[in-house]
């Protein structure tokens, strides 16, 4: 036996018990997008990450998630919005994988186009989701002794306790990212937040004009997990994936599922062959 890098792996080897055990959630392209709204809510970070349009066949069209929703109340914050077809706020790339496909390739295709979100065909006709949440699994069964003070380093974003929803949607959609923390503290955003309080207090914004210009240090922030230990990723990774929305900060580092699935690239993350 020989050790090689995790990524040089198969994703049916990383996962041979459950690479197609998360079904993809569809809409259907005639559906408004607050039918979508309805189905995603639930689904978000604790699922998948998208959801899969069809035609109604179980063919792919497009996907749509956190980011075409927010993406589109900023240029029409209004309750019209909702009541357009999901087609015309989908985005029709579509990132595909195999069994066969190398984790390395997943994760490298996923940083160019800014979503950690693929569809894989499964055997009863359908497809089922890849997504970053879904890699927490590889993370937790690694034998890896890196730590989360060898993770890659990154700044962490943040908002100040005044922003705006618009301040904010913005700020997700430069840096690509789905969740914000709030400045000296382990509270944050994300976008699911803000498509929940859409949905439900501002009744797919009926109840308001003038959202955009809201503080969203009123919209029920939540809490990331505080780690205090410079753990191993596989334990990390053991602590998120039982998370329902997981997020953690180290020190001064926040971790999201992205973060493993960098990490999961390291030299030092290995494996038997």
């Not at 990524?7 to 990383?14: G, I, P, Q, V």
């Amino acid at each position: 036996m020989i050790w090689m890098k995790i990524s040089e792996f198969a994703l049916r080897d990383l996962l041979p018990l459950s690479l197609m055990n998360t079904p993809c959630v569809s809409v259907q392209k005639d559906n408004n997008v607050q039918e979508a709204i309805g189905l995603l809510i639930p689904y978000l970070e604790s699922m998948t990450d998208s959801l899969i349009v069809t035609n109604g066949d179980n063919k792919p069209l497009g996907i749509v998630g956190g980011r075409e929703i927010i993406e589109r109340v900023l240029s029409n914050p209004t309750a019209n919005l909702f009541e357009s077809k999901v087609e015309s706020v989908m985005s029709s790339k579509i990132t595909r994988v195999t069994g066969t496909t190398k984790l390395k390739d997943v994760i490298e295709e996923w940083k160019g186009t800014g979503r950690a979100f693929s569809i894989i065909p499964n055997l009863i006709g359908g497809y089922s989701a890849i997504s970053a949440r879904k890699l927490l699994e590889v993370g937790k069964s690694s034998m890896t002794e890196m730590t989360i003070s060898e993770m890659p380093k990154k700044k962490s974003l943040t908002f100040k306790i005044g922003a705006t929803v618009s301040d904010v949607i913005n700020m997700m959609l430069k840096h690509q990212t789905r969740k914000l923390l709030l400045e000296n503290s382990n509270q944050f955003i994300s976008d699911r937040i803000i498509i929940e309080k859409i949905a439900t207090d501002f009744n797919y914004l009926k109840n308001t004009n003038n959202f955009l210009d809201l503080p969203v240090i009123d919209f029920g922030l939540e809490y990331a997990k505080i780690i205090t230990k410079d753990l191993n990723i596989n334990e990390l990774s053991s602590i998120m994936f039982g998370m329902m929305h997981p997020y953690a900060v180290f020190r001064d580092q926040t971790i999201s599922p992205w973060d493993i699935c960098l990490a999961l690239l390291s030299e030092k993350m290995q494996e038997y062959a």
